[in-house]
């Protein structure tokens, strides 16, 4: 994971502002051709000056849209680019006033008349730099902002993304050390279950590493994680423990995170059985139109009354489960001295 995220636009985005610019330029040179006319005649001495005239225009886009704004709008350094723009701008009127007033004072006379343009053509070329210059920056500033909304989305996600693998690395040894323990617990009162446990450990820790890596695995092959972990805690226990397990029928090629659920199972495992008293636990998956619903119900025992249910298990689950759906997922977590529940629903992709 690297440390800085560059925006990823496509050409045509980055290029969108040029392609605004180019269609502005375009319709200020075709303007003349459209509206300059002598007794119905395109007059082309007029528009040949109007072009030339207008030629200082890409100087101050040019000036605007690679030095300037950069330098200073898009660095939020707005007082010194107001200033900086209105001095290119107000220096291109001028020298455009002087070499047109001073230095060739003719005029090109439009029909039967001798009278001037009503607007001195400095006062145009003024009020096309300010629009030239301003359209511009606008495009440039909105770009810039979009690129930083960008990034910061991408930088949301990667954070989003370490934060979910590290609160996954956390459930992973939780989750192995406790089955660890009841392996450990099985080797001195029953060898071949011992062995049995072992290899099932074996496969529950080739799917954790190697079929979950890509952040989503296929439903059916959560459901024979899950499967084979409740066979792995059955060799613990007598037949006095009641348990059940219910999966759908048809869920297709379906994929969800992993190990979302295996938190709430081993809290049922972990508080809802005794050696000394009928227990039970009952877990069940249900879909429902596009949602799945899971249901986690354990008998309680008087020695875990006492003591809160949870940990950081579920706690890093409970943080999982918000970074990956917001508030599209729904988690009810109900307890009583004889009965926990947990009920989590969960939107189908």
């Not at 528009?47 to 690679?66: E, R, S, T």
């Not at 008349?113 to 607007?119: A, L, Q, V």
């Not at 910061?152 to 996600?157: D, G, R």
């Amino acid at each position: 994971m690297t440390s800085t995220t560059k925006s990823k636009l496509p050409m045509q985005g980055r290029n969108f502002g040029l392609y605004i610019m180019a269609f502005v330029f375009l319709i200020l040179f075709l303007l003349p051709v459209l509206f300059t006319r002598v007794n119905g005649e395109i007059s082309w001495m007029h528009v040949l000056k109007i072009w030339k005239d207008q030629a200082l225009l890409f100087v101050v886009f040019g000036l605007n849209h690679w030095l300037i704004a950069p330098k200073f709008l898009l660095r939020r350094k707005y007082g010194i680019y107001l200033l900086s723009i209105s001095a290119i701008i107000s220096m291109s009127s001028f020298s455009y006033y002087y070499y047109d007033n001073v230095l060739t004072p003719q005029k090109i006379t439009t029909g039967d008349t001798n009278k001037p343009t009503p607007i001195p053509p400095y006062a145009h070329l003024l009020m096309y730099s300010l629009l030239i210059a301003g359209v511009d920056s606008g495009l440039l500033f909105s770009k810039k902002w979009y690129e930083n909304e960008e990034n910061k989305h991408i930088l949301e996600v990667k954070n989003a993304e370490m934060q979910l693998d590290m609160l996954k690395n956390q459930v992973s040894p939780h989750f192995f050390m406790n089955t660890l323990n009841n392996i450990y617990a099985l080797i001195d009162c029953n060898t071949p279950k011992a062995k049995e446990a072992v290899m099932k450990l074996s496969k529950l820790m080739r799917y954790m590493l190697y079929e979950n890596e890509h952040g989503k695995v296929k439903i059916s092959k959560e459901f024979e994680f899950i499967t084979s972990y409740i066979d792995l805690m059955k060799l613990r226990y007598a037949d006095d423990v009641s348990i059940r397990l219910i999966f759908p029928e048809e869920l297709g090629n379906l994929e969800i995170p992993p190990m979302l659920f295996i938190c709430y199972i081993e809290n049922a495992f972990k508080h809802g059985v005794s050696y000394q008293q009928d227990s039970f636990i009952n877990i069940i998956f249900e879909k429902r139109e596009n949602k799945l619903h899971f249901s986690a119900t354990n008998s309680r025992q008087p020695e875990t009354v006492k003591h809160p249910v949870g940990g950081l298990g579920l706690q890093n689950n409970e943080n999982r489960l918000k970074l990956l759906y917001a508030d599209n997922y729904s988690l009810e977590i109900n307890s009583s001295d004889k009965i926990f529940n947990v009920s989590l629903e969960i939107p189908l992709a």
